[in-house]
């Protein structure tokens, strides 16, 4: 069983930068590919960034450019680092690994708890 802690998120201003970091325990981090997803008051949980074993990347068209998305598989982590903020990315941020088909569908087997950004303007 895998454990995934997120940490990092905050409250910084528009156009500021924060680095959100995803900690795996508990199991076998090297296999699984890995996304970030988010979730905005009133809203459904919105795929934000991928990467996978093999470290491709894949991003929302809403973040590319600004977020950037790594592991570090020898500290079984993995960070998202998300500059440019603005206003409409506040929402809490989950990691989540081992993807159930598409990178890019929620249907991943292990979710962490989730950290809030918020970003104002």
């Known amino acids: 069983q895998v454990q995934l802690v997120e940490s990092g998120g905050g409250l910084v201003q528009a156009g500021d930068s924060l680095r959100l970091s995803c900690a795996a325990s508990g199991g076998t981090f090297k296999p699984y590919d890995m996304g970030w997803f988010r979730r905005a008051p009133g809203m459904e949980r919105e795929f934000v960034a991928a990467?996978?074993?093999?470290?491709?990347?894949y991003y929302a068209e809403s973040v590319k450019g600004r977020f950037t998305i790594s592991r570090d598989n020898a500290k079984n982590t993995m960070y998202l680092q998300m500059n440019s903020l603005k206003p409409e990315d506040a929402a809490v941020y989950y990691c989540?690994?081992?993807?159930?088909?598409?990178?890019?569908?929620?249907?991943?087997?292990?979710w962490g708890q989730g950290t809030q950004v918020t970003v104002s303007s």
């Open positions: 990467i996978t074993w093999s470290r491709s990347t």
């Open positions: 989540a690994a081992d993807p159930s088909g598409s990178v890019f569908r929620d249907r991943y087997r292990y």
